[in-house]
């Protein structure tokens, strides 16, 4: 469906600039920019360039990098649009039609995440009935239900509800067949889990990152995201007064997840409780940056290309898959081309074919936007 945005205004209007530029900001890695970033450090070539270059590699287990914060970020986004959607919370009377709106549109995305990984090749060892944007769909499902039907307070006791019983469960329930509950890779519950009662095709053989226990702290992450937005959309806050919360939740947050993470380590394969928190408390400190840079300040020029792509994140998500810009940028940056860059230096070739699939991506969302094309899922 196509129509024109609400415009982005400072305050607590509707639609934000800055969340439209850092979810694009943020598919902008998802489509690419990370192999940019590492083929760019690469061709650097030194100790300093390939510490940074390990940043857009997700992390092997334990621990937390930069692109370990790409998905999350996503989901938290997510969880923010749903309170800044146009009647997300109608009167009591009215919440039935919207909560057919909900699951209609969590089962479009769903289908869409399915489609995405082969669709319906082979019911039982080709469909992957659980992947990025399947996570999404439950996510939203969940996350704007209990919006729809649980006031904020509710919302905070949920999300600690959530976190405090993976915990729990990860820490304390014995694997059937195993042993005593453990963090290993293949042999934690949620594995387990997976193993047993997950059909279809899994992204590590018999587990999923994006499975089904550690749906339920993802959960937690998008409800972190409505609870964000509450907080944006409360119109007796200043501008100065919600820079400084964000930062400060942010901060607190970072705090929490790596307190945490001395118990309970951070883990994104399981999506582990620290891991929403550190996730989450970095979300918040860069959405204070874009919000404050574009929503406050008005400087909004040198985030054109992320706000065209934030504006139709999942369609240029599903193109990218499909023409497959990685590709393509190959085909036009090979052969003699290849050899001449590589001979001018080492791994420039790898720069420039990155850069022309990134170019895709962004040429693709200026595309629609100056069209005024936006496709809400």
Request: hydrophobic letters at 50%; aromatic letters at 12%.
């Amino acid at each position: 469906m196509a129509h024109s945005p609400t415009s982005a205004v400072s305050g607590t209007s509707s639609r934000l600039a800055g969340l439209d530029a850092l979810r694009g900001f943020d598919m902008f890695w998802i489509c690419g920019a990370d192999a940019f970033g590492h083929a760019f450090l690469k061709a650097a070539n030194g100790p300093v360039s390939h510490a940074l270059a390990e940043q857009f590699e997700h992390v092997a287990w334990q621990g937390f990098r930069f692109y370990d914060l790409i998905f999350p970020l996503f989901v938290f986004i997510s969880g923010i649009s749903i309170v800044l959607s146009r009647n997300a919370k109608p009167p009591a009377g009215d919440r039935g039609q919207a909560f057919l709106g909900i699951a209609k549109r969590a089962g479009l995305l769903y289908l869409l995440g399915v489609f995405f990984y082969r669709g319906y090749s082979g019911w039982e060892n080709d469909i992957r009935y659980l992947g990025v944007l399947q996570r999404i769909a439950l996510c939203y499902f969940s996350a704007a239900t209990l919006h729809l039907f649980l006031s904020p307070r509710a919302l905070k006791v949920t999300v600690v509800g959530i976190l405090l019983g993976y915990w729990g469960l990860m820490t304390l329930v014995p694997v059937p067949g195993v042993g005593p509950a453990n963090l290993q890779p293949d042999t934690n519950l949620a594995h387990w889990v997976d193993a047993h009662f997950l059909g279809g095709k899994k992204w590590n053989g018999a587990h999923d990152p994006e499975g089904l226990l550690s749906t339920l702290p993802a959960i937690a992450s998008c409800l972190l995201g409505v609870l964000t937005g509450l907080f944006l959309k409360d119109p007796s806050r200043t501008a100065a007064q919600r820079l400084t919360g964000l930062t400060t939740a942010g901060l607190a947050l970072l705090a929490t997840g790596h307190l945490w993470g001395t118990a309970f380590p951070i883990i994104k394969n399981l999506w582990t409780s620290s891991y929403v928190c550190v996730a989450a408390g970095w979300s918040c400190l860069i959405l204070a940056l874009f919000h404050g840079l574009i929503d406050v300040k008005g400087w909004s020029g040198w985030a054109k290309p992320f706000t065209w792509i934030g504006m139709n994140s999942i369609a240029i998500y599903l193109a990218s898959n499909l023409a497959d810009f990685g590709k393509l940028a190959r085909r036009l940056t090979g052969g003699e081309i290849t050899t001449l860059l590589e001979g001018l230096h080492p791994g420039t070739a790898g720069v420039v074919t990155a850069f022309v699939s990134v170019g895709f991506c962004i040429w693709l969302g200026w595309l629609l936007h100056g069209r005024r094309i936006f496709l809400r899922v």
